[in-house]
């Protein structure tokens, strides 16, 4: 996957550059890597939503929920799965229900009114809205 993101990179091609950042980001999910998946996710997610491409940015928006998740966050990661949620239902993107079966989208405790709040709350986004809070995740991570 590091030798098709350089070949995608002289390529410039920026469709599957973005789609092996998120083939490289689920490796580094998978392997406990919250630093190289972010920096992986937030470019990939900057491609797609540049080229306003719904499938990649709801696929993005999981994969964020995953970074978050990973980092302990799950406030945050519940928000970001509920924006992913509602923009795959929006949308009808398919490809990102199969990831979050396969990555195990977080779900909110029932009765646990902070993460129905943060799932709500993510439900509520707009993908503009979604994207620029996955993007800030920086400053989110400071409070």
């Known amino acids: 996957l590091d030798e098709a993101l ?11 550059l973005g789609w092996a950042m998120h083939m490289r980001a689920l490796v580094a999910i998978a392997l406990n890597d919250p630093d190289t998946a972010d920096s992986l996710v937030a470019e990939a997610l900057e491609l797609f939503s540049k080229a306003g ?21 799950r406030l945050r990661s519940l928000r970001l ?17 199969l990831a979050s079966v396969t990555e195990r989208r977080p779900t909110p405790e029932e009765g646990d009114a902070d993460e129905m709040r943060e799932w709500a709350a993510g439900n509520a986004m707009t993908s503009t809205q979604a994207v620029e809070y996955a993007l800030a995740r920086e400053s989110v991570r400071e409070h």
């Open 81 to 97: 799965a509920g924006a992913s949620s509602a923009l795959q239902a929006s949308s009808g993107t398919d490809l990102a229900a």
């Open 53 to 73: 491409d719904v499938s990649g940015i709801t696929i993005l928006i999981d994969d964020a929920a995953q970074v978050a998740r990973l980092r302990g966050d």
């Open 6 to 16: 350089a070949l995608f990179r002289t390529l410039d091609d920026s469709f599957g």
